[in-house]
């Protein structure tokens, strides 16, 4: 089994509740973090850059829309980095503050 080298910048949260889509095809979320994202789903090339949506999975009108490129394409799971926006980190911190039940210190 291949390693994957450590080169994150943010610390990621698991992608408890959160499920991404592409196309209008759902891929469970494996981590995501304020930097990018990971999830399960094969068929992207490193350099493809993507336009994806990360949803709650019980209220998928709560989502966020944002562009990705892939940074680690294997089989079964896809690495992605966000070209940030402020929109797609508020939602992600948000996120975070729930899952892990701490309030965030800023996009309150």
């Known amino acids: 089994m291949t390693q994957i080298r450590e080169r994150r910048q943010h610390p990621r949260c698991m992608g408890e509740g959160l499920i ?6 759902g891929y469970p979320l494996v981590d995501i973090s304020i930097s990018g994202l990971s999830f399960q ?23 966020v829309e ?3 490129t892939v940074i680690s394409a294997e089989e079964t799971v896809t ?4 070209e940030p926006t402020l929109v797609v980190m508020g939602y992600i911190v948000r ?14």
């Open 95 to 108: 996120h975070m503050s729930e899952v892990t039940g701490v309030k965030p210190n800023y996009f309150k």
């Open 66 to 68: 944002g562009v990705i």
């Open 20 to 25: 991404v889509l592409i196309g209008g095809r």
């Open 41 to 63: 789903g094969g068929g992207f090339g490193v350099g493809d850059r993507v336009t994806v949506k990360v949803a709650k999975l019980f209220k998928m009108a709560e989502c």
């Open 79 to 82: 690495r992605g980095e966000f």
